[in-house]
């Protein structure tokens, strides 16, 4: 019973250290402006959780997840946690799952 105790404990911790970060992080967000350079923006938002380069029609295509949820249908760590923030050829293009996928669909054409 005490390690049930323990683990529920951890994980309720756990989620409101989440829900912290992803509150400064979609805060962060809403100062971004298209154009800004790539290092620009790590300044302003910090380390993503998580990245993706990729070459997509001839360009460099750096993408930076961001947790923005502390709440989500998936896993844990599921892309639903995420907000992709993408850059063309280190400047930003823009920012979240609509985009990120029609930047992969265009790109497997």
Do not use: H
């Not at 923006?41 to 070459?55: A, F, R």
């Not at 930076?64 to 946690?81: H, K």
Request: proline fraction near 3%.
């Amino acid at each position: 019973m005490k390690k049930i105790l323990l683990i529920f404990i951890i994980f309720v911790f756990a989620g409101c250290s989440y829900g912290k970060i992803a509150k400064k992080n979609n805060d962060l967000m809403l100062t971004l402006k298209p154009g800004q350079s790539k290092e620009d923006v790590l300044k302003v938002m910090g380390y993503p959780s998580k990245s993706e380069k990729y070459t997509l029609a001839s360009r460099d295509t750096d993408i930076l997840f961001y947790r923005t949820s502390s709440f989500a249908s998936g896993g844990w760590d599921s892309d639903d946690y995420f907000t992709p923030v993408i850059f063309e050829d280190g400047k930003l293009v823009g920012w979240g799952q609509d985009l990120y996928d029609q930047k992969m669909m265009s790109s497997s054409r």
